[in-house]
Each structure stands twice: as C-alpha cells, then as structure tokens.
Nanobody, 120 residues
Framework: QLQASGGGLVQAGGSLRLSCAAS????????MGWFRQAPGKEREFVAA????????YYADSVKGRFTISRDKSKNTMYLQMISLKPEDTADYYC???????????????WGQGTQVTVSS
C-alpha cells in the first residue's frame, strides 16, 4: 500500500515536498515514481527512481525544479518541488513497479492522489 501526502496550495515560485509512505509490502527492490494528472488531462510522468536510489529520471517539464529521492529505512519516497508554476497544478500520484519506467501502465502499485495547486 502506498500513501501519498504533502500536497497543498502554494503561490507560484513556492515549494512543496510530497511524501509517499509504503506499508504492508516490501518495496525495497521496486522502482518508484511520481505521476500527475491535471483536470481534463491524461496522467503524465513526473519523475522516477531506481530501487537503490540511483539514476533518477525526470520529465523535461520538471527537470531542474523537482528532486526525487527515497529513504529505504523509512520505506518512503519524496518529491521536493521548487520554483512551482501554475502549470504544475494537478493531483500527484506515487507508484511502484519492478523497473523504472515513464509509462504508468508498467507500475503495479499506486497510491491515492495528493492535490497540488499553484496560484499565479
């Protein structure tokens, strides 16, 4: 089970840190990722990280502004977001899968969304 949290309302240029806590299953050897879905749009890839915390991968739209990380001792993944823009407004979802991927369908486990709203 994955539990996402940390969303909220922030002004453009602000920061937020999302967390994704895993429980009930060992995700230590799973790749994990973040996706987002804005109203009326398809779910899109944001960032992903391998099981050992190396080789993070980012969507071009967030590169340089978002940082993905994971703390295996806490079974938790994070997404630090800075310089937020109104176009970052979406529900953010965390996911776990056997390998790092940018395609949502390749992830096996999903958390509920946490809403991020960036005002201009």
């Amino acid at each position: 089970q994955l539990q996402a949290s940390g969303g909220g309302l922030v002004q453009a240029g602000g920061s937020l840190r999302l967390s994704c806590a895993a429980s009930g299953h060992t995700f230590s050897y799973y790749a994990m990722g973040w996706f987002r879905q804005a109203p009326g749009k398809e779910r899109e890839f944001v960032a992903a990280i391998t099981w050992n915390g190396g080789v993070p991968y980012y969507a071009d739209s967030v590169k340089g502004r978002f940082t993905i990380s994971r703390d295996k001792s806490k079974n938790t993944m994070y997404l630090q977001m800075i310089s937020l823009k109104p176009e970052d407004t979406a529900d953010y979802y965390c996911a776990a899968g056997e390998r790092l991927a940018v395609v949502a369908g390749l992830y096996d486990y999903w958390g509920q969304g946490t809403q991020v709203t960036v005002s201009s």
